[in-house]
RNA sequence: CGGGGGUUGGUUUAAUGGUAGAAUCUACGGUUCGGGACCGUAGGAAGAGAGUUCGAUUCUCUCACCCCCGACCA
């Protein structure tokens, strides 16, 4: 991508409505534009992140066997008031003209994946299995805050799943832990897993899945040595006090929760007579379990632990793009040498963006940084002096100068 | 939902009960070219409504929206 094409500009400055490290960073970036308190466009920039982060989410969920689906946005009220959630205060409720609202917006799917499942599933050969999505949720939230970190319309991966008895579901609740610990560590982010309360969804203690950060707003309690973690909102723990699991020391500290996963039991499956028959011909609820990662509040979480003065430091794998090619002054030769790395680099089909506006050489750094590209490769006359061109990696200071013909873009 | 603060060009801001000034930005021209370069010319602004007033961006009220703290938080 050239970045002369590029749709979006850089701000000089944030916006004086957005305190957050990470809103203040990827709208000045051009990663996302605010529509509404709590509420994002996702730009060409933006949205080539939270396809990274996708692609993470996708290859792991499939490789636990999640099956990926789509489903609705909207939803006619008959799916809450078979659960009693009709209520709920954070719904947006919809109506049709002067009528009473008759459907919702989007908030979870489980009522939506159980009359479905309900449909297709008669036999324990049917169980278990898994689908999953990632879609809009919509949750009126009484105060939207920090960014992508709080949001009323945000993206989340939601993952059901479906099995014959509540050993089976653990069996999976576990596997699904393991996978998420995958997807957050691939994203960069070290994540906790933390014992919580299940609010809405279930009576059933829950886990999720936090990384420590000030800019968070939970406050969860861990344990230094094994890192056993308990929420503030179910905890006996303070800080200080004697881990349950190890005897280690348990510190108090502000996370952000980046997933969730739930034991549902059978809640949602007697709300949608959701049964199937056993080895025996006996007719059994389905033993459900859901699973949420929110893909906005991750690439919000990603830039509040990765940034400097400079600003953002995209871990490799969820960056926009792996290299930022600039080309400094407009030399015929400089241009040539640039352009050559550029086109090669697309042959390739390596992930570039090509600085080729005629802009300052510090107007062009200040903006790679803010960027936050993990590497960056200035072409400059200076460096043609020396057959070279410099490379710079994000996250460190000096640069180095590596032949023309050794570099190869990929 | 309770409390606090706020709303002036795209962005950041200044002054002001009587012609709204700047920086950045954008366009054009020129000089530049390794850490947000410089000169010139041009463009672009008071959230909505009501009130007080000869006159309101400025004072008052109502509403909307935004930010922060708290409550809430799947």
Known sequence: ???????????????????????????????????????????????????????????????????????????????????????????????????????????????????????????????????????????????????????????????????ASEEDLFKYYNLVAESYKKIFKRCGLDSVYTLAAGGDFTLNNTHEFQVLCDAGEDTIYVCEKCGYSENKEITKLQDGAECPKCGGLVKEKKSIEVGNIFPLGTKYSEAFNLKFSDEKGGKKYVVMGSYGIGLGRVMATIVEKFYDEQGIIWPKEVAPFQIHLVRIGDDPKVVKVAEKIYEDGQKQGAEVLYDDRDKSAGEKFAEADLIGIPTRIVVSERTLEKDSVEVKERNKKEAKLVKIKEIHVR
């Open 1 to 163: 991508m050239k970045q002369s094409e590029l749709f979006t500009k850089i701000l000089r400055e944030a916006p004086k409505d957005e305190q957050s490290i990470n809103s203040q960073l990827l709208i000045r970036g051009g990663f996302i534009y605010k529509n509404s308190a709590g509420i994002y466009s996702f730009l060409p920039l933006g949205l080539r992140v939270i396809q990274k982060i996708g692609l993470i989410i996708r290859e792991e969920m499939n490789a636990i066997g999640g099956q990926e689906m789509f489903m609705t946005a909207l939803h006619d009220k008959h799916y809450l008031q078979a659960t009693g959630r009709w209520g709920v205060d954070v719904i947006f409720k919809v109506a049709e003209g002067k009528k009473e609202p008759a459907f919702n917006l989007s908030w979870t799917h489980e009522e939506i994946a159980a009359e479905i499942a309900a449909k297709y599933i008669n036999s324990y050969k049917d169980l278990p299995f898994s689908v999953y999505q990632i879609q809009t949720k919509f949750r009126n939230e009484p105060r939207a805050k920090s960014g992508l970190l709080r949001g009323r319309e945000f993206l989340m991966k939601d993952l059901y799943s479906f099995h």
